[in-house]
């Protein structure tokens, strides 16, 4: 667990900017159960990849296309909701930061720490956005 002060505002990055927190199983499962595209992001203290992530997801949400539900659970912090966020996102493999889209509690794409990390907030808004106009 890492202590609330650092972690506080990486949740509030994504709380202000129209995400909701998820913190139990059933929690997930409530998020994922409703009708049309549903983005989860795995927030992380991670500075190399989650410090791009966070800015890059909210980026991606100007457009006119984005998920109609936005929900993030905290790696680390909210174990119970990302272990369950998680058995949705199979095969991929555990991964934070992550984001995953879903569409009518399906997953349609997933975006791994490997697809974030190294890369700036402007490009990793805009591969999303392509996604988004693709299925939302």
Known sequence: MYPEEIVNPMRAELTENGFEELFFDY???QALSKKGTTL???????????????????????G??????????????????????????????????????????ELIHMWERHHIEGRPAEVIAEDMALIFEKYC
Do not use: W
């Open 27 to 29: 929690e997930v499962d």
């Open 40 to 62: 989860i992001m795995v927030n992380s203290v991670c500075g190399c990849a989650a410090r791009t992530a966070r800015p890059g997801t909210i980026m991606s949400l100007k």
């Open 64 to 105: 006119i296309k984005k998920p109609n539900h936005l929900f993030t659970v905290f790696a680390g912090v909210d174990q119970e909701a990302t272990a369950r966020a998680r058995d949705y996102m199979i095969p991929y493999p555990p991964s934070s930061p992550s984001l995953a889209l879903f569409k009518d509690g």
